[in-house]
T-cell receptor, first 112, second 113 residues
Framework: GIQVEQSPPDLILQEGANSTLRCNFS?????LQWFHQNPWGQLINLFYIPSGTKQNGRLSATTVATERYSLLYISSSQTTDSGVYFC??????????????FGTGTRLKVLA | EPEVTQTPSHQVTQMGQEVILRCVPI?????FYWYRQILGQKVEFLVSFYNNEISEKSEIFDDQFSVERPDGSNFTLKIRSTKLEDSAMYFC???????????FGEGSWLTVV
């Protein structure tokens, strides 16, 4: 099955700093989403981004499907950005499977 | 934004008891999922459900687990005889079709004591 690796596993930033989180996947995918898991455990959908670039406020994401990676950029980080960031990939339509696979996660802590 | 809703948000149960976790997927969605996350670990696939039957399940989803869509709106996960290692956050999710945005509920924390 598809392997999804994220880096770095842990990241500590000072408030106001910028960061880049990476998601690598081992096979072609039909969907890629980024999630923020908040301290209460909820998965907050950030981006649906199977390819291309999107921006939402201080966050942006880029997926280069042909090279099998996606990047999540966080600019001017705030303490409320703390939590775990996951990417999840959906299978190609020809794969015969419907399951979405989560990456290993990046745990981000933003210090005031 | 459309919502997947889950109940209960938190349940504490004795080892060996049966637990039912409930989910209401988004109304026009066709594919439904349960995922599990043990504290501090990644989110793991349990089972997918389409056209009123299981379409795929992981090795975690053994005979202790079952899923049902009893009335066309609810989607349930039953754990027949809970073990300590079943303590985890359980997420329900749904999509309209493969490749579309997957929506997750807020999760149900299960603590087995």
């Amino acid at each position: 099955g598809i392997q999804v690796e994220q880096s770095p596993p842990d990241l500590i930033l000072q408030e106001g700093a910028n960061s880049t989180l990476r998601c690598n996947f081992s096979d072609s995918v039909n969907n890629l989403q980024w999630f923020h898991q908040n301290p209460w455990g909820q998965l907050i959908n950030l981006f649906y981004i199977p390819s291309g670039t999107k921006q939402n406020g201080r966050l942006s994401a880029t997926t280069v499907a042909t090279e099998r990676y996606s990047l999540l950029y966080i600019s001017s980080s705030q303490t409320t950005d703390s939590g775990v960031y996951f990417c999840a990939v959906g299978p190609p339509l020809t794969s015969g499977t419907y399951k979405y696979i989560f990456g290993t996660g990046t745990r981000l802590k933003v210090l005031a | 934004e459309p919502e997947v809703t889950q109940t209960p948000s938190h349940q504490v149960t004795q080892m060996g008891q049966e637990v039912i976790l409930r989910c209401v997927p988004i109304s026009n969605h066709l594919y439904f999922y349960w995922y599990r996350q043990i504290l501090g670990q990644k989110v793991e696939f349990l089972v997918s459900f389409y056209n009123n039957e299981i379409s795929e399940k992981s090795e975690i989803f053994d005979d202790q687990f079952s899923v049902e869509r009893p009335d066309g709106s609810n989607f349930t996960l039953k754990i027949r005889s809970t073990k300590l290692e079943d303590s985890a956050m359980y997420f329900c999710a749904s999509i309209w079709t493969v490749g579309n945005t997957i929506y997750f509920g807020e999760g149900s924390w299960l603590t087995v004591v």
